[in-house]
């Protein structure tokens, strides 16, 4: 279960607050790989980031049950003065991983780093840190995995070998996706929730959520 209580989250601006969702409740259905459609500026990336628990509403609250992924292949909590092997430990100290040494060289070898893993983050490409971010990720079981265009990380050989290890997960817990590729969406998703000035809907179809959105 992920449901929204009375959220609400604006940014200050000189106009005045601009509000992305107000007073918000819904229920993000169980047992759906949901794709997140809308229009630049819908609120998306914000959605995302307060599902993740990286950003928080000004008013309400997200409850769940279910172990939620940060944003997959987004280098998001990687700490530039630490090296590949640091940052793998704390991420997988933070995330209650039970075998720490087995996680590291599982991240390595997913991420491809090689002996670069022992440098810090702030001598890596911004490839090789959404590497890392990535296989950090993918290397943790959880509920539900949010992926924003998750597959647009590395090259062509690290992105089909990224696509698949997200299908495999696809098949034993949910996403939760943002993609401008229909086609993408397409093999991850079979429902979709569309975000439209402020409300989300529901669509137990992909397809018909695709439609809704074409014609906003």
């Not at 209580?5 to 992305?20: D, F, M, V």
């Not at 991420?91 to 997913?110: P, T």
């Not at 990380?153 to 993609?179: E, P, T, Y």
């Amino acid at each position: 279960m992920i449901e929204l209580e009375a959220l609400t989250k604006y940014y200050p601006s000189q106009l005045g607050n601009q509000y992305i969702f107000r007073d918000l409740n819904f229920t993000i259905p169980e047992g759906h790989n949901i794709a997140i459609l809308g229009s630049n500026g819908a609120g998306k990336s914000t959605l995302f980031r307060i599902l993740a628990g990286s950003e928080y509403p000004n008013k309400g609250k997200v409850k769940t049950d279910k172990a939620i992924s940060w944003p997959v292949a987004l280098a998001t909590g990687v700490h530039p003065q630490m090296t590949g092997r640091e940052n793998t430990r704390f991420i997988g100290r933070v995330n209650g991983v039970a075998d720490l040494a087995l996680y590291e060289e599982k991240v390595r070898d997913f991420a491809e780093l090689g002996e670069k893993y022992d440098l810090p983050v702030q001598t890596y490409s911004s490839g090789m840190r959404s590497r890392l971010s990535f296989g950090a990720c993918i290397a943790i079981d959880f509920d539900v995995y949010l992926i924003d265009e998750a597959t647009s990380v590395g090259d062509q050989k690290f992105r089909k070998k990224a696509k698949q290890a997200l299908l495999d997960k696809s098949k034993q817990a949910n996403v939760i996706m943002v993609s401008h590729d229909t086609k993408e969406l397409e093999e991850f998703c079979d429902s979709a929730i569309v975000l439209h000035q402020g409300e989300l809907t529901f669509y137990a179809d992909l397809q018909e959520g695709l439609e809704i959105y074409k014609s906003l």
